[in-house]
């Protein structure tokens, strides 16, 4: 299949409104690839690489070849492309992984090369979500849509429960089992603006834990063999060993456990996530780490236990297995209760001490890996700032045509502006439109194909889970999951927040 059929099914589910319709066009793409593209098309149609990350930023794509007036590049050569460009490494790699961009590039038409471009940014935002490629999936090969669900469940990545699939139908779903060593898609939680409104969600008695700001991890262990995946099913093991020894203590050899890592200061309180993530994430060094950022694990599920598995059971079942497998020490603390004024009480101590907020969750909710849903419920406080946008990005997919990746930053005492960080979160439709149309009026100063700069003038109130370093941005730090919740037409941009301010919210 050539990749410009992707390209134009991509393009036919951004123009469609109605989730029948955008399931239509990627069931007809789906019944037509061969045997070893499956994966590569549902991959790539659900705004993803096979490969994840292979290491190409913005800089490398700055300059690329005129493109072709003719597609001929196939899936599996745009693949296998992109897997030489991943193995990249060591002296004068830079250049490397630079010609292969080009040799990438140069056998890409125009229409191909601004998919590509979006996809290797992890912009591609089409509409087909997990969902969407699920029913897909399902319309495709004939086979039910639980049961691609429950094989996404057991094997967590779809592309390959995708190719499954349409290669052996359901015979080929009900093959999958949850592996011990083999990631599973983990559970999501739903979100609310309280505590009150997350028991109404989940149903009291509920049991609220306490949300740490650390890095999801899945450990599995089968005899002396320990594995630790993230949420997003990469292998950790060798940068995580304080889990993989925890683990190991355990009387049970054959587990598969939900938790999290996170890095602690000695009075108990938690450091910046990027203390945390920095930690996991660093592959060199992993023992001079561990003496001078130690990791802390706590677990709050139980996948299987002494060789039984628990995916179905009830939240209350899961706990109990999980309290007999795994010390009380390495138990994420929580609190099971019906009582509104309890459970805000609760709320109110996890944040003071450092932490995120509370995960509420219902206690007959199963295992519903890979899928969010009323059985858990997440509670955060809600930071804001009044912060002016400073340029504005044009929009793909839905939002394409429209100025909408908000660059925003913080008033400078001195003089100017600090950039923070950028997001289109929370924008509707309407605000689209809106800021579009004003965006234009204040354009200031050069443009690209990408940026409209702006004269300083819009004050926008953000609202953002904290504040964290980062090298990125000259100030230093930047938000984490911002969101516009509305313009602030009412101040002016001398009473935007100044630097300072952010500054103190970051831990």
Known sequence: ???????????AVTRTSARLGKVGHLAELLGRVGPGEAEIA????????????????????????????????????????LSRIKAVSGPGSQAARKALVTELFAGLTSQEQRFMRRLLHGELRQGALDGVMIEAVAMASGAPSADVRRALTLRGWLPAVGAAALSGGVPALHA???????????????????VGA??????APAALEWKLDGVRVQAHRSGSDVRVFTRTLDDITAQVPEL???????PSDDLVLDGEVIALRPDGRPHPFQ??????SSKINVAALRE???????????LRADGADLLDLPYARRQEALAHAVPPELLTPRLVTGEVAEAEKFFIDVVKAGHEGLVVKSLASPYAAGRRGAGWIKVKPRHTLDLVVLAAEWGHGRREGKLSNLHL??????????MLGKTFKGLTDQLLAWQTERFLELADGPTDEWTVRLRPELVVEIAFDGVQRSPRYPGGMALRFARVLRYRPDKRVEDADTVETVRSLML
């Not at 300059?63 to 899936?75: D, F, G, M, V």
């Not at 993989?244 to 355990?250: F, G, H, K, R, Y």
């Open 198 to 203: 997350a028991l109404e969600k989940a149903g």
């Open 275 to 280: 203390v945390t993530a920095s930690r996991v």
């Open 292 to 302: 001078q950022t130690p990791l802390s694990v706590f677990f709050f599920d139980a």
């Open 1 to 11: 299949m050539l990749l410009i059929d992707v390209v134009r099914v991509s393009e």
């Open 42 to 81: 549902i991959s790539y149609l659900s705004g993803e690489l096979p490969q994840r990350q292979v290491g190409v930023g913005w800089r490398t794509l700055e300059e690329i070849p005129q493109p072709k007036l003719a597609a001929t590049a196939t899936l599996t050569d745009v693949d296998q492309l």
């Open 244 to 250: 993989v020894e925890a683990v190991l203590a355990m």
């Open 409 to 418: 930053g913080a008033r400078d005492p001195e003089g100017g502006f600090v």
């Open 176 to 194: 999958f089992r949850l592996e011990v060593g083999r990631a599973v898609a983990p559970m999501l939680a739903g979100s609310a603006p309280n």
